[in-house]
T-cell receptor, first 113, second 114 residues
Framework: ETGVTQTPRHLVMGMTNKKSLKCEQH?????MYWYKQSAKKPLELMFV???????ENNSVPSRFSPECPNSSHLFLHLHTLQPEDSALYLC????????????FGNGTRLTVT | GESVGLHLPTLSVQEGDNSIINCAYSNSASDYFIWYKQESGKGPQFIIDIRSNMDKRQGQRVTVLLNKTVKHLSLQIAATQPGDSAVYFC?????????????FGSGTQLTVLP
C-alpha cells in the first residue's frame, strides 16, 4: 500500500461530462503533483503545488482544473475533455517542491469516449 | 534541448543474471538523478537516487552509477528476480523552471526470463 491514495482507479467519461480525480497523501509532505502518463511517452508534469500554492502549470489546457485545499489533498477537475486526454493520471507528493524524491499513487486510468 | 533518454526500450535477462539499464541525459546543470520502477497497474516506485557529487551509490541489490563526463546514468540489478520485471525510468532535475522539477525518460521494459 502506498502513502498516496488516488480515487477512482478507473474512470470512463463522455466529452460533455464533468468529473473529478482525488488524491490524498499520508506522508506529511508539503508538495503535491499531477502527472499524465500516455502510452510510450515520458511522464508529463501538469501541475505542482507547494504548501498549497500552485507553483507550476505546464501549459495545461483549461479543461483540467486543479485544486489543493490543504497539503494532504489534491483534486483534478475535468470538464469537456477530448479523446486524446485518455491516459493514466498520476498523483505524487514530495517533502518539498525542489526535486526531492516523488512518491506516486497508483493512478486513475481515464478513458474519454 | 534538454532530454532524458534510455538506450533500449526493452531488455530481457535470465533469472539470476545481473541487469544493467542505461540512461543518457543532456542537461549539464542536472545535479540529482532518480530511478523508478513501475509495475503493471501501479504507479512508479522510487528505487534509488544519486546526487552529482557522487559516482556510485548502492542499495539492496541495486547500484546506480553516474558518469558526468559523458552524461550517463545506469542502474544495475544484481541476481535479477521475476519480481524485477517492470518498466524502469530514470529522472533528472535539470529541466529548469523555478522549482527544478524532475524530467522523466521514456522507460525500459525489463523482462526476466525463467
Amino acid at each position: 500500500e502506498t502513502g498516496v491514495t488516488q480515487t477512482p482507479r478507473h474512470l470512463v467519461m463522455g466529452m460533455t461530462n464533468k468529473k473529478s480525480l482525488k488524491c490524498e497523501q499520508h506522508l506529511g509532505h508539503n508538495a503535491m503533483y499531477w502527472y499524465k502518463q500516455s502510452a510510450k511517452k515520458p511522464l508529463e508534469l501538469m501541475f505542482v503545488y507547494n504548501f498549497k500554492e500552485q507553483t507550476e502549470n505546464n501549459s495545461v489546457p483549461s479543461r483540467f482544473s486543479p485544486e489543493c485545499p490543504n497539503s494532504s489533498h489534491l483534486f483534478l477537475h475535468l470538464h469537456t475533455l477530448q479523446p486524446e486526454d485518455s491516459a493514466l493520471y498520476l498523483c505524487a507528493s514530495s517533502q518539498d517542491g525542489f526535486g526531492s524524491p516523488l512518491h506516486f499513487g497508483n493512478g486513475t486510468r481515464l478513458t474519454v469516449t | 534541448g534538454e532530454s532524458v533518454g534510455l538506450h533500449l526500450p526493452t531488455l530481457s535477462v535470465q533469472e539470476g543474471d545481473n541487469s544493467i539499464i542505461n540512461c543518457a541525459y543532456s542537461n549539464s546543470a542536472s545535479d540529482y538523478f532518480i530511478w523508478y520502477k513501475q509495475e503493471s497497474g501501479k504507479g512508479p516506485q522510487f528505487i534509488i537516487d544519486i546526487r552529482s557529487n557522487m559516482d556510485k551509490r548502492q542499495g539492496q541489490r541495486v547500484t546506480v552509477l553516474l558518469n558526468k563526463t559523458v552524461k550517463h546514468l545506469s542502474l544495475q540489478i544484481a541476481a535479477t528476480q521475476p519480481g524485477d520485471s517492470a518498466v524502469y525510468f530514470c529522472a533528472e532535475n535539470g529541466a529548469g523552471g523555478s522549482a527544478r522539477q524532475l524530467t522523466f525518460g521514456s522507460g525500459t521494459q525489463l523482462t526476466v526470463l525463467p
